[in-house]
């Protein structure tokens, strides 16, 4: 635990673990062209939780895929580890935790989470150490080995953060993670998400479209708006941490979800009538869950 | 306590079974139908028996011709599966080609077959199996190749896999389902094939010939006895599928009723 509060007093200062500038993705289709992202800049400091949030059509899915060099950007550089995506990839630098859990319905728990490291090619001893390792991280040792089917949404979840753990990388790209679970499991996901990221010294990119969570959760959230997609203010979130199921209920979050729903909404206010609704949408969201 | 939960789940089926023929035997002698229009049960197990030796030999052959053929044909059809998934261009030339061959009534090919590799050898009639069952496995398997989940693959290049690696973890066993799938089709095909191909003419040992030539005299409970042999081998065929399917993908959903 004491490696764990040195590595939290020193988050969010060195050298930026993730270094977006002037990035822009536009997609071509029959339909024309359309802007995702336009002129992008972004830093990401060591072991920092930042969320990207907004409305649908933003690009705050696309600006993590454009992180994990799943996607090109048009326009731009996106430097992580000091080095192009492609390499940091190639490098296995970052794990990625996508809304669906996509485990591998032929592979247990346990084999579902040594999938990365089997792909490294790390021998069986060292595979054994790290799948049980990780599996005692996310506290699903007992399932290790039940095969998908047989466990919740939730604990499929659990799993496939595990396998984005397991290669310990220094990067940890999550989209929308918890956004088909309902509220209570969601609630205790992200205390799960929040203990992890204490222990380890992982750096977190975290889309969502919650408000509620990206409060939570963050150390910055980072505010969206659509077409063409914009950052439109990066705000820090100074909760006192660890943060616990009382922190939900102090006067900083609900000013901080506040700040962030404002955000969201004033922005709106100066655009078109389209963009309220859409933004109003996401409020009720992340009301909602 | 599970041996005994399957045979009562399977204990309707038996009932019915049991008087469907208790039925049939009854009709046959109420109605007092001829035996050459429909014999009863009772004498076509007494054909079954006095013509053992003979039932034995030509299942045996057409046996033969049928696993020989559904071997052939099912590996070419998972190779050609494998070189459709791996090129697009192949797939856009093969595929289309491959699902408007699977609607041919390949059957009717038999006579060129003989023609082509000799009436009497069996591998023409194991020709006509190798086509029925190419276009099914190809078909199936090439399907669980290529329709893999988005995101997996993804997973798999964040991982920074090789293309091999996403063969071997990902398509490969993400096309077993489809191969089973297509495996169980082709079981039953493939006697079908080799008994109807043996019907325009080849070697008599074969369970084909005796249907058709104890027919041609009447002598329907040997033609009935026959045709109880192609279908508790056809049957035997795809229950061992089945069983290799159960032991090859227990985590499927096909596999997990009754489970959890």
């Known amino acids: 635990m004491t490696d764990a509060r040195s590595a939290l007093a020193t988050r969010g200062s060195g050298a930026p673990v993730v270094v977006v500038k002037g990035v822009s993705k536009t997609f071509e289709s029959s339909g024309g062209r359309t802007t995702a992202l336009e002129n992008i800049d972004i830093a990401v400091a060591p072991g920092e939780f930042v969320s990207l949030i907004g409305p649908s059509g933003c690009g705050k899915s696309t600006l993590l895929r454009l992180i994990g060099d799943l996607t090109a950007p048009s326009a731009g550089s996106i430097t992580v580890n000091g080095k192009p995506a492609r390499q940091a990839r190639q490098d296995r630098d970052y794990g990625i935790v996508f809304q669906a859990p996509v485990l591998f319905d032929w592979r247990t728990v346990q084999a579902n989470v040594a999938l990365p490291l089997e792909v490294k090619g790390l021998a069986r001893s060292e595979r054994e150490d790290r799948v049980k390792a990780t599996l005692d991280l996310v506290e699903l040792s007992d399932f290790a080995r039940h095969y998908p089917y047989q466990l919740s949404g939730g604990m499929q979840q659990r799993v496939s953060i595990a396998r984005a753990l397991a290669l310990r990388p220094s990067i940890l790209l999550m989209d929308e993670p918890f956004g088909a679970l309902d509220e209570m499991t969601r609630e205790r996901m992200n205390s799960e998400v929040q203990r992890i990221w204490e222990q380890t010294s992982t750096t ?49 979050y609900f000013e901080l979800i506040t700040a962030v729903r404002e955000t969201l909404r004033g922005r709106a206010g100066r655009e078109t009538p389209g963009d309220v609704a859409s933004a109003e949408r996401t409020l009720a969201e992340g009301a909602v869950g | 306590m599970k041996a005994t939960g399957r045979l009562r789940s399977q204990l309707p089926a038996l009932v019915v079974f049991v008087a469907v023929i208790v039925l049939w035997e009854l009709v046959v002698a109420g109605l007092n139908l001829q035996q050459f229009i429909l014999p009863r049960p009772s004498a076509i197990a007494a054909a079954f028996v006095a013509n053992w030796d003979r039932l034995q030999l030509t299942a045996g052959n057409t046996l033969y011709e049928a696993l020989g053929g559904l071997a052939i044909g099912a590996t070419a059809g998972v190779l050609t599966a494998f070189a459709v998934a791996r090129w697009q261009r192949v797939r856009e030339a093969v595929l289309p080609i491959a699902v408007g061959a699977s609607a041919i009534p390949i059957i009717a090919a038999a006579p060129i077959m003989s023609n082509w590799f000799g009436i009497l050898n069996p591998f023409a009639k194991m020709a ?63 006697l079908i094939g080799a008994v109807v191909a043996e019907y325009f003419g080849g070697s008599n040992d074969v369970l084909g010939r005796v249907i ?27 229950l061992v599928a089945l069983a290799l399917e159960r032991v090859v993908i227990p985590w499927h959903a096909s596999q997990r009723s009754g489970e959890t």
Do not use: C
């Open chain 2, 212 to 238: 058709v030539q104890s027919s041609s005299q009447l002598r329907f409970d040997i033609t009935w006895a026959a045709i109880t042999v192609t279908a508790i081998s056809g049957i035997a065929m795809y």
């Open chain 2, 128 to 190: 006509i199996v190798i086509l029925l069952v190419f276009f099914p496995m190809l078909v199936n398997v090439a399907r669980g190749l290529s329709q893999v989940d988005e995101s997996a693959v993804e997973l798999m290049r964040a991982s920074a896999a090789s293309d091999g690696q996403v063969l071997r973890k990902l398509r490969i066993p993400n096309a077993l389902p489809y191969f089973f799938t297509g495996l169980k089709i082709s079981t039953t095909l493939s």
């Open chain 1, 204 to 252: 977190v990119v975290f889309v969502t479209h919650s408000i509620p969570e990206a409060v939570f959760l963050s150390s910055k959230v980072v505010v969206m708006s659509p077409r063409p997609g914009r950052i439109v203010r990066v705000i820090d979130i100074d909760l006192p941490r660890p943060r616990t199921d009382d922190t939900r209920e102090t006067a900083r």
